[in-house]
């Protein structure tokens, strides 16, 4: 059986159980498709939805009072998306995809289910939220701390680090669908002040731009350079509820009573 696309990131950490698995899947039944540059959900509007990425890339985004935007994160395959909003009934960014994508919706109470059913899920899921509003946290320090160049380097870096877990990309060669004005938007950059760091990135030998691929030479050596820390390649998972709770039989039970 095809490996869910969240499943597939899950098990990047833990040996998933038969249950836990199966659970995955049944968030993954209504899919949507979405062209390159549409809107899915606009900041302050009502939601009760999540999006599990199948394919492609979004962001999630912010305007500001100068009518300027900051993407807060991307969003890539195994992704679930809008958990920002998932404390309001309204959403606290605007969704919007990088390039043509699928996605897998599904509604909030649905997606609480799993936290009764699946606890050890449901912890792990909170775990790799975590660990990702850390790296956004790096990241938006070094918007006000560092140069162009180190804001530059240190986005390519955490966009590597995440394919690495997500897609299981191998080397450092990776696509990168963005315009300059969306990294900019991602680092505090005008396209002006992005192009030149990505040129100054260029000439040290560590970076390699063909068209719309990046290449790192040296990851070990920009990532010393720029002070980065790698918050997705690991995460404890010592402290996880263990497997075969009471939560995992009485989803065994509806599982069965659905097919019935």
Excluded: C
């Excluded at 195994?78 to 509604?107: C, E, H, K, N």
């Excluded at 680090?161 to 300059?180: A, C, H, N, W």
């Amino acid at each position: 059986m095809i490996e869910s696309p969240l499943e597939a990131r899950l098990s990047q950490y833990v040996a998933l159980t038969f249950a836990e698995r199966d659970a995955l899947r049944w968030l993954e039944r209504r899919e949507r498709s979405v062209a390159s540059g549409e809107v899915l959900i606009e900041e302050g509007a009502a939601t009760d939805q999540l999006f599990i990425v199948a394919s492609g890339w979004l962001h999630g985004s912010v305007r500001l009072k100068d009518g300027g935007r900051q993407i807060l994160r991307f969003y890539f395959v195994g992704d679930v998306t809008t958990t920002f909003s998932i404390a309001w009934g309204r959403s606290a960014a605007t969704l919007q995809a990088v390039s043509p994508a699928t996605l897998y919706q599904i509604p909030k109470d649905v997606f609480g289910r799993l936290f009764r059913s699946q606890p050890r899920l449901g912890a792990l899921l909170y775990a790799v939220a975590a660990s990702e509003q850390v790296a956004m946290a790096d990241r938006l320090t070094s918007i006000g701390r560092t140069d162009g160049f180190t804001r530059i380097a240190t986005l390519l870096l955490d966009i590597r680090s995440r394919l690495r877990v997500i897609d299981g990309l191998e080397g450092s060669t990776f696509e990168l669908p963005l315009t300059q004005q969306d990294l900019g938007d991602a680092v505090g950059l005008t396209k002006t002040h992005v192009n030149r760091s990505l040129k100054a990135l260029e000439e040290t030998g560590l970076v390699e731009r063909t068209g719309r691929l990046i290449r790192i030479n040296d990851v070990s050596r920009l990532a010393k350079l720029v002070d980065f820390k790698d918050r997705h390649g690991e995460i404890a998972t010592d402290w996880l509820p263990p497997v075969g709770s009471k939560g995992d039989m009485d989803h065994s039970i509806v599982r069965i009573e659905e097919h019935m």
